[in-house]
């Protein structure tokens, strides 16, 4: 099989949200070996490492996002990587003893043409040390049933754009992709209904400035108002900051 991997900086406009429980204090041993052997070594059959995160509230979280093509090609690469590929077999122990729990998997596609994340940021060299100034906010909304084109438009055409008012820089926007799972040997979370945004932030201060101006905001309040019947639970939201190797995402 022979896998295009010249076009690496996408489009991918199906993604995985992967949110990884770990062993306590073993989060800075995941990241040494991801970011040493298994970044390139995915994204040479096919797939992107489109970005990976400490949590910052949560200090035995793995967080990170992977980028397909298509369906199609997620089929194709995943056995690829781990039914046949050197650098899993040679590393996937040393991986999976730092890992409580990797199957809180969300399966998902760019919400509208264009609003997934790209790769196409700078990925420092291996060794590189050192964390982005930069925060990172993703926010998981469950919705109650599939997510329809009003609540796209709600999501696309006013609450972002309060966001962005109040400060946030959003970067990828997506819902659940329905596809079956077709790696089965990794799961996914199943019969959900997401809208996944990513926004950044220029640091910490930037971020507190922009939580102090969503209160002031009466178009925030008015769309999340308008959202929330529409909701199966309040929204998820992860504050993260890129670890050494992940692409560049912001200033």
Do not use: C
């Not at 992107?48 to 089929?75: I, K, N, T, Y």
């Not at 959900?192 to 002031?216: K, N, P, Q, S, T």
């Not at 929330?228 to 670890?243: D, I």
């Amino acid at each position: 099989m022979v896998f295009d991997t010249d076009s690496a900086t996408g489009p991918y406009p199906i993604a995985e949200l992967r949110d990884y429980t770990l062993e306590p204090g073993q989060r800075d041993a995941l990241i040494d070996v991801f970011e040493r052997h298994l970044i390139e070594t995915q994204e040479d059959v096919g797939m992107a490492v489109l970005a990976h995160f400490r949590d910052l509230d949560r200090p035995d979280r793995f967080v990170w996002f992977r980028g397909f093509p298509s369906m199609e090609a997620r089929g194709e690469s995943l056995p690829a990587f781990y039914l046949h590929g050197e650098a899993w077999r040679t590393h996937r122990d040393t991986a999976n003893a730092t890992m409580i729990d990797s199957d809180n998997v969300l399966l998902l596609r760019e919400a509208w043409s264009g609003a997934g994340l790209t790769g196409a940021g700078a990925r420092p060299p291996v060794g590189a040390a050192g964390e982005d100034k930069i925060r990172i906010l993703v926010t998981t909304y469950s919705f109650a049933s599939p997510v329809d084109a009003g609540s796209l438009e709600l999501l696309r055409e006013r609450l972002l754009p309060a966001a962005r008012a109040a400060g946030a820089r959003p970067l990828a926007a997506y819902a659940s992709e329905y596809a079956q799972n077709n790696f089965p040997r990794l799961p996914v979370r199943e019969g959900e209904h997401v809208f996944v945004w990513v926004a950044a932030f220029a640091g910490a201060d930037a971020y507190g400035r922009y939580r102090i101006a969503l209160r002031d905001s009466t178009a925030w309040r008015d769309a999340q108002s308008e959202l929330a019947w529409r909701l199966s639970k309040p929204a998820e939201e992860r504050r993260l900051v890129p670890a050494a190797r992940s692409r560049a995402l912001g200033d």
